[in-house]
């Protein structure tokens, strides 16, 4: 299974750019961050995105589906196998906070059952408070699932040696350990801030930072893509 994790940025940077990517990548599955929610018509630009490139918008993002800042395409191949799809709403706690400088993102995570693996689409706050507490509901709903079909895709707003990257490593493992190429800001990418973690039974990797000229181009975050299988032999982390 080709997995392709993507902050596209709502497609405001250059959406021809993103749709290019995807072609060019033919994922089984992309992991979105930062869909077109906020735009008017956003659920549709998205399935219209997902058609574009031969796939099926699974979960478009938004409050209706409960994913906010996330969002799910599969390939019209692979969306016959998806068991069970759902938007996960995340914690908001902005009326405990007396510090803010802006009002705050709610935020979500976008699941999808393949099966033999279970894909998460995550895109965690700028605020650090926030991350720890968000990363220990992701964990639960990891521990729902089986840690060991798992994989957490997307955009974790710190860099691995942060705090989120160790409470996720709980049970998943980093995809692609010990590299130091960067994912923001595009088109340069100094820091690595997106990143796939798998459990136990996902084979496969290392995730890889795309640098061709349309993932140059389509969002302030660059692309990652990583090949994986499942071992339903492999024994459970921990």
Known sequence: MRLLSYNIK????????????IIETAPDVVAIQEPTRYLTGGRRRMRRL???????CVIPGGSPFGAYTTALLVSAQRAPDVVARRGRPLSWRWWRRRDLVAWPTRRGCAVVDLGGVVVISVHLGLDARERAEHCEEINALIERYGPERCVVAGDLNETPDGPSWAALSRHLRDMAPGSTVGTFPAPVGRRRIDGVLAGAAITGGPSEVLHTAAAQRGSDHLPLVCDLGIDLEAPAAG
């Open 50 to 56: 997902a058609a574009a490139t031969g796939m099926v």
């Open 10 to 21: 709502s497609l405001l940077v250059d959406a021809d750019a993103v749709r290019d990517v």
